[in-house]
């Protein structure tokens, strides 16, 4: 028997027996799970309803393949030598996937860094080799020809405003120098205000607010057989929208106050994009956090009296019948309002994210597309001229495919198949980018060409990666997994507390098979050894960096040699010429 409620109680709470929590549990989520049950509608709300559901990731998406809760096997037999366990099947599996993604980062970014080693010495000439050796006189074709002088004059453009610019900066005086750096200052002031401004707005919609208002609009007991609400669609985007719209807006701000710090063209291309990092990294972990804070407990506990009451009490209270809430929803003094599956509900706001994100850029292509379109041909007004001239920026969109990435890796755990759904996402921002280039913007103009800013790049993609891995791993050690759903809603540890955290499982796991395998998995899974492993890894990379430095100084050096070398040479040259001049004058003047 699943359903134990206290039939006098106003609030209605589903308590099931502790014994039986997880079998119980199940069968509550399961009873949302109504597929694609659409017979009391027509044919325009069905549609309607389906499209939300697709684009919210709820009802029949929510049980379907993409989430954590459609995994909720667990199964475990033996096999042989080895015992199969579904729950850390899901684990080993996962693991393996970061693995990989782990080796496909840190072999690029140590390949940047060969190859960047390698060009450091030829910086210092960059506009003798742009002029002297860039060139391709195997070039036949009328547009390629075209295309290489123009890049050309692209580059000289850019390189010579760079001359200029660090000219300006040698000549400014001291007024001059505190006048600017006073100016710094204060747009980096109101750039803290605006970045803390965002956090504070993303983390009271998406942990505090938007629960609150699904709650007192009733919408998640909206199921398939009713179209919901239009206000229920939008506050459910609306943590997502809020994210999608900081990291839109904020880059334009950031963009328009750079201008007048008035740095050099690579400082300004770094500052900016340090800043968008900072931005879309900060957004990213606020949402997950805000998320953490409203599942970090346990589900509530209680003790049924025997005239059928039930009194809300800590799990370590003794009680001769234990029951157990399936979810924190609608229940007072509670101290954080757990859902009945939150690994889904998770995946689904990130799964949100990934489909506004994808929107958002769509948008903003249209509204691109139509300024150039309309406003672009009209160039002799320098009005239209300025809204209509669009330029094609690599690193901004850089920026986003790795933001993307950055999101599937933090819902991977969450939402197994949101892998597929970010390459589907890939293709069609490839598709927006060639119509964006094709149709849209005209190729960039001046200093930022020459910059090459892949180390941020490359640097920005290994951060989130480590801090997505720290997240899901906090998560893992400290949140107790739903009762209800996935393939940890029925593990059973020895933990102190009764509450089996799926860290403690995987370790208990380990320890019951004889295989090496597992206890040396065991040993790396450690956090102790991990944290170490972490500092590691953040000590190659500084020797790296350090080494790198290394070569450029020992380059500049045997350069600055070459030079003196060659001077050396050209002035016993000139004196050995004139020497030999001297002396062919003082005979011709010496009489025969």
Not at 5 to 13: A, E, F, Q, V, Y
Not at 462 to 484: D, E, G, N, R
Request: proline share 4%; hydrophobic share 45%.
């Amino acid at each position: 028997m699943c359903d134990v409620s206290d039939p006098n109680d106003g609030l209605h709470l589903p308590w099931v027996p502790l014994s039986n929590a997880s079998e119980c549990c199940n069968i509550q989520y399961n009873n949302g799970n109504t597929g694609f049950n659409f017979e009391n509608l027509n044919f325009g709300e069905s549609v309607s309803k389906f499209l939300q559901d697709l684009l919210q990731g709820t009802n029949w998406m929510e049980y379907s393949v993409l989430f954590y809760g459609y995994y909720s096997g667990t199964h475990t037999f033996p096999s042989g030598d080895w015992s199969y366990n579904f729950g850390l099947e899901y684990i080993v599996v996962f693991l393996i996937v970061l693995l990989i993604n782990l080796i496909v980062v840190v072999a690029s970014t140590t390949k940047y860094m060969r190859t960047k080693s390698r060009t450091w010495a030829t910086k210092s000439y960059r506009m003798s080799h742009l002029i002297f050796a860039t060139w391709d006189h195997n070039l036949a074709q009328e547009s390629a020809i075209k295309t290489l002088k123009k890049h050309i004059q692209t580059n000289m453009t850019g390189l010579t405003e760079n001359i200029k610019e660090t000219t300006k900066k040698r000549e400014l005086k001291l007024g001059g120098k505190v006048c600017l750096w006073a100016t710094r200052v204060f747009i980096n002031v109101v750039i803290l205000g605006l970045l803390g401004g965002a956090g504070y707005g993303i983390y009271q919609f998406t942990g505090i607010l938007v629960p609150q208002w699904l709650l007192e609009q009733n919408c998640s007991n909206v199921d398939n057989t009713h179209a919901p609400s239009f206000l229920c669609f939008v506050l459910n985007y609306v943590p997502s929208l809020t994210i999608t719209v900081a990291n839109i807006i904020l880059p334009l701000i950031f963009a328009f106050v750079i201008k007048f710090e008035k740095y050099s063209s690579k400082m300004e291309l770094v500052i900016h994009l340090a800043r968008s990092i900072v931005l879309r990294m900060a957004s990213l972990i606020l949402a997950f956090l805000s998320i953490y804070f409203t599942v970090n407990c346990n589900y509530t506990y209680g003790c049924k009296n025997p005239d059928g009451s039930v009194d809300i009490l800590t799990q370590s209270s003794e009680c001769q019948m234990p029951v157990e809430l399936c979810s924190n929803n609608n229940v007072p003094d509670t101290p954080c309002n757990k859902q009945l599956c939150w690994e889904s509900y998770l995946g689904r706001q990130f799964y949100q994210l990934t489909v506004v994100d994808f929107l958002g850029q769509l948008v903003v292509f249209l509204v691109d597309l139509a300024r150039a379109k309309l406003i672009g041909s009209k160039r002799k007004n320098k009005i239209f001229k300025f809204l209509g001239s669009i330029e094609f920026t690599i690193s901004k969109h850089v920026l986003d495919i790795v933001y993307s990435q950055t999101i599937c890796w933090l819902a991977m755990f969450y939402a197994p198949l949101i892998t597929l759904v970010t390459v589907i996402k890939m293709m069609l921002l490839f598709l927006l980018r060639w119509l964006y280039v094709r149709f849209v913007c005209k190729p960039t103009l001046g200093k930022q060409t020459v910059i090459q800013p892949s180390s941020l790049f490359k640097g920005f993609l290994l951060l989130a990666f480590s801090l997505s891995v720290i997240a899901l791993a906090v998560t893992m050690k400290t949140v107790q997994p739903s009762v209800s759903c996935g393939p940890f809603r029925d593990v059973k540890c020895s933990a102190p507390d009764g509450a089996c955290l799926i860290y403690d499982f995987v370790i208990e796991s380990l320890r019951l098979n004889d295989s090496w395998f597992f206890p040396v998995l065991e040993f790396f899974l450690h956090p102790t050894v991990l944290w170490l492993l972490i500092v590691l890894f953040i000590v190659v990379l500084c020797f790296a960096c350090v080494h790198g430095r290394s070569q450029k100084r020992l380059a500049n050096v045997l350069l600055n040699e070459l030079k003196r070398t060659n001077m050396a040479n050209v002035k016993l040259q000139i004196t050995s010429e004139g020497d030999q001049l001297l002396r062919a004058s003082e005979r011709r003047s010496t009489p025969l």
